[in-house]
Structure formats: structure tokens, C-alpha cells
């Protein structure tokens, strides 16, 4: 894809697991990948050094990806172009979080977990300066994009390589298990319903990627449970998903 020269690409996401695998499937493509944990850091990368594209996931802290979409495009400090392409990710799929993206300025967006297929032809697109999907009248439902073949154990990760990035993740998994557990009974300890709504968002983010979809379906439920703001709503599911994690922690070990 990247015929003259290698791409270079920054990936702005919070999700340490998010960014290996995604810097994974880019590299494999030959692209040359930088990865940041926040907006406000994706426009100190930009000042630094000159990306072709952005990959930006929507929901982050500090600065997160509609905030940072929006000052890249208003940016007039001549360190970057504020056209650069822009593709968000979002755990969000309907219509009104997709033109939440391309309100922002985002050029298009897809959902997570992402899917090697899927986010290769929409770069290429992006790349060449086609329309994309998005722009095109098509949503998310109507979209005809191949998708890389995945495994359960992986749902965003394609077969090729999966046990080589499984293996490189493992440490990853086993230290964020660990702190997830604690930190659900650190706050179910102080009743901070906000507060578990937004890490089963974030534990969630991961149980996508590797094909969790138990760990997945609990933290799903968590997050509406947060909303409505009353603890006794959540009643039950930090624990199971503490014991969820447990599993995860134990299948990484063995």
C-alpha cells in the first residue's frame, strides 16, 4: 500500500492492547507506526513529526478524539496539515455516533473491535483521498467491506500471527487483569458508580479484542447499569467480573 515511500502513521488510543495490535497489523502492511494514549498527546506528536494519517479513537481521557479532531482542523500553526486524513474508532456503532465522528471532522470512522480487513481498506481509501463510506450516503449496516478472516480467541486479530500476538500481549493481559481487579473493589468499596461504569468501558475495550465475549457482555452491562447512577443497579457484576478476570489471568499463565 505504501508505494513510494513508508506511510507514516500515529495511533491515538488509551488502550495499551488496542495500540499493540493495531501497530501489529499496520507494521505487517510496512507502515511505519507511532502510538499516544491521548488527543492532547496525538497534537504534540503532530508538531513533532509529519504522519500521513491519524487513527483516533473517540473516547479518551485528558483529550479525547472529537475534542482532538476539532482543534487539529482548526489549527493554524503550520506544524501540520489540519486536512490530514482522520479515521476514528469508536466501541459506538449507530448512525448518530458515526456522523458524531464526521461532525467532529474525522473523514471516516469504524467500530471496535477492529478488524485487520476492514481497517487496511479503509487506509487505502483514506490514502488515495477517495470517498469514504461515510461520506457516501452508506452506514454502517449497508457497508461492503471484506473483513479478515478472525479467530474467537481474537475477534480483532487476524489468524495470521494471532499466537505470536497473543503471546506478546500476555504480560500486558496478566498486569491489567491484576490492577482491574483491585481497582472494581477499590471502587465498589467507595460506591463510585461513575467510576465503574468507566473502567468496564476500558476492561470491555480489551475483552473485544482478544474474543472475550462473556468478560465483554458483563462490562456491557456495568456501563448501562453506571448510567442510571444508582449502585444497587450494578449489584453483582464487578464480582463476576472480577471472577471473569480471574479466568483470563489463569488461561494467560497456563
Known amino acids: ?29 510496512g507502515f511505519l507506526v507511532n502510538t499516544v494514549c491521548n488527543g492532547k498527546e496525538a ?10 494519517l491519524v487513527i483516533m479513537d473517540c473516547l479518551m481521557p485528558v483529550l479525547d478524539g472529537f475534542e482532538a479532531t476539532k482543534t487539529i482542523r482548526k489549527s493554524e500553526a ?40 476492514k481497517l487496511l481498506d479503509r487506509l487505502t481509501l483514506l490514502l488515495k483521498g477517495s470517498p469514504s463510506p461515510a461520506l457516501d450516503g452508506n452506514n454502517n449496516q449497508g457497508e461492503q467491506v471484506p473483513e479478515t478472516e478472525h479467530d474467537e480467541k481474537g475477534r480483532g486479530i487476524p489468524n495470521t500471527g494471532l499466537s505470536e500476538i497473543m503471546q506478546s500481549l500476555s ?7 491484576r490492577a482491574w481487579q483491585t481497582e472494581l473493589k477499590k471502587l465498589v468499596a467507595a460506591g463510585s458508580v461513575s467510576g465503574l461504569g ?11 479484542v482478544i474474543g472475550k465475549s462473556t468478560l465483554s457482555g458483563l462490562c456491557s452491562k ?5 448510567r442510571t447512577g444508582n449502585l444497587d443497579q450494578v449489584s453483582g457484576l464487578p464480582d463476576r467480573i472480577i471472577t471473569e478476570l480471574t479466568g483470563l489471568i489463569e488461561e494467560v499463565q497456563a
Do not use: W
Not at 496539515?81 to 469504524?110: F, K, V, Y
Not at 468507566?198 to 473485544?208: P, S, W
Open 43 to 52: 497534537i504534540t506528536a503532530m508538531h513533532s513529526t509529519v504522519y500521513d
Open 78 to 117: 503550520g506544524n501540520f496539515d489540519p486536512g490530514i486524513p482522520i479515521l476514528g474508532i469508536t466501541s459506538l456503532s449507530s448512525r448518530e455516533d458515526r456522523m458524531q465522528c464526521l461532525e467532529a471532522g474525522m473523514n471516516d470512522c469504524i467500530s471496535k473491535p477492529v478488524e485487520a480487513g
Open 198 to 208: 468507566t473502567l468496564a468501558h476500558k476492561i470491555r475495550g480489551t475483552a473485544d
Open 1 to 29: 500500500m505504501a508505494e513510494d515511500r513508508a506511510v507514516r502513521i500515529l495511533v491515538a488510543d488509551d488502550n495499551e492492547v488496542n495500540q499493540f495490535v493495531i501497530k501489529g497489523m499496520l507494521e505487517s502492511e
Open 222 to 226: 456495568l456501563e448501562a447499569a453506571a
Open 171 to 177: 504480560p500486558i493481559l496478566l498486569r491489567d487483569a
